[in-house]
């Protein structure tokens, strides 16, 4: 089994910006890739940010030149930057993690509320 922990959410104002983080621990033995989802009430889970264990990364159009997803191989930890944060941005963010052959672990989420 695979856990993952979320860190770094919180309230920001427009403009701003916040860094989030996810660390991985249990099972882990091939890791395919990581990524960032968000989600809002009443609505699917999207991806925000992905990494692959080679390093491709891969953005969702409405944050390309703003988020930018990083991560640590040795910590099993990924990253996202988030800077000039719109009030749209609000939601919860959700890592995830993909591990070979097929396996798929989420976190629990943490918030993220932009103030406008």
């Known amino acids: 089994q695979v856990q993952l922990v979320e860190s770094g959410g919180g309230l920001v104002q427009a403009g701003g910006s916040l860094r989030l983080s996810c660390a991985a621990s249990?099972?882990?033995?091939?890791?395919?890739?990581m990524g960032w989802y968000r989600q809002t009430p009443g609505k699917q889970r999207d991806m925000v940010a992905d990494i692959t264990s080679g390093g491709s990364t891969n953005y969702a159009d409405s944050v390309k030149g703003r988020f930018t997803i990083s991560r640590d191989s040795a910590k099993n930890t990924v990253y996202l930057q988030m800077n000039s944060l719109k009030p749209e941005a609000t939601a919860v963010y959700y890592c995830?993690?993909?591990?070979?052959?097929?396996?798929?672990?989420w976190g629990q989420g943490t918030q993220a509320p932009v103030s406008s």
């Open positions: 995830n993690l993909k591990h070979r052959p097929g396996a798929l672990f």
């Open positions: 249990g099972s882990i033995f091939s890791i395919s890739s």
